[in-house]
């Protein structure tokens, strides 16, 4: 087979490349040029490689902060309390492709300078669909370590597993109960805040009151005044519809009827006058002396 059916690959100077895509137990010849602006120079630094048979894929690489990029051994401190998301970088399958991933983790201790791993507090195996690069464990117990292992599957079997520790947050304090008389509930810290708000409303409301006429109390005042002024008016109507109606008649002064009474003392004439009433009967009694 000659070079002209070869494939090429590019890539930058002083950075590795992956090669993908071949076949399980067959031999690959490599050679090597380099290019610049002028052009490209010839090959070299011939290589043969046989690809071993197919087998289990290689281990995964978990991804972690930046901060432990490079360290082995590491504690990963989690942000969070009962959770942590662990995430990684597909690994090669080896001749055949990678189906799901397993998960696992247990509670591990630090002491006399190396790690146990509890035994009875380890989880089930986890499957995770090859479709997936991360995995949220959740149920996990506040401030407290674990060990997680993360295996590659395909075909043949299970990598070597990839582990990580990691140690959850804290989380919140057990409230301790106060037995300081003047420390304020929240219930009651809003109850005055809600307080203050009115207050200051009511405040705003009789300020726009005096100084605009507007406001809710402006308001209710307009109210109230059209209410008595439509009360009025209403009144007013009736009395000019029922003139003569009995209560609006004035009071009507009677004048007792009045009759004299002509006296003769033989002498002159008197007349007094006497009070008739109104059911009286009216009548005139005239005394005289007959002198002839």
């Not at 087979?1 to 690959?28: C, F, H």
């Not at 043969?48 to 504690?75: F, Q, W």
């Not at 791993?117 to 690069?133: A, G, H, L, N, R």
């Not at 005044?225 to 519809?241: C, I, N």
Request: net charge negative; proline share 6%.
């Amino acid at each position: 087979m000659t070079w002209d059916n070869a494939w090429n690959k590019t890539w930058s100077v002083n950075a590795p490349y992956i090669i993908e895509g071949l076949s399980p137990q067959r031999a690959y010849d490599f050679r090597f040029a380099t290019i610049n602006d002028v052009g490209i120079g010839g090959y070299g630094g011939n290589q043969r490689y046989i690809m071993p048979t197919r087998s289990v894929p290689t281990e995964p690489k978990i991804l972690v902060p930046p901060e432990y990029a490079g360290l082995r051994d590491i504690l990963v401190n989690s942000p969070y309390a009962d959770h942590y998301e662990l995430r990684w970088k597909v690994p090669h399958d080896n001749g055949d492709p990678i189906d799901y991933y397993v998960i696992r983790y247990c509670v591990t201790e630090f002491r006399d300078g190396q790690w146990f791993d509890s035994t009875s507090e380890c989880s089930s195996e986890i499957t995770v669909s090859f479709q997936y690069q991360s995995y949220e464990l959740d149920n996990l117990v506040p401030d407290t370590t674990y060990k997680l292992e993360l295996r590659a599957h395909n075909p043949i079997g299970l990598s070597s597993p990839a582990q990580i520790r990691i140690k959850t947050a804290r989380g919140l304090d057990a409230v301790i109960p106060s037995n300081d008389s003047t420390s304020l509930s929240s219930g009651l810290i809003l109850g005055i805040v809600i307080a203050c708000v009115v207050v200051v409303l009511i405040l705003v409301d009789i300020l726009c009151f005096c100084v605009n006429r507007t406001g809710i109390l402006a308001f209710c005042c307009d109210c109230a005044r059209s209410k008595r002024v439509d009360e009025e008016d209403s009144k007013l109507g009736r009395d000019e519809r029922e003139p003569l109606s009995p209560e609006n008649r004035s009071p009507q002064i009677v004048d007792e009827k009045k009759s004299l009474t002509v006296e003769y003392d033989g002498k002159e004439v008197h007349t007094k006058p006497t009070e008739i009433g109104r059911y009286s009967a009216v009548y005139a009694r005239f005394q005289y002396l007959n002198n002839f």
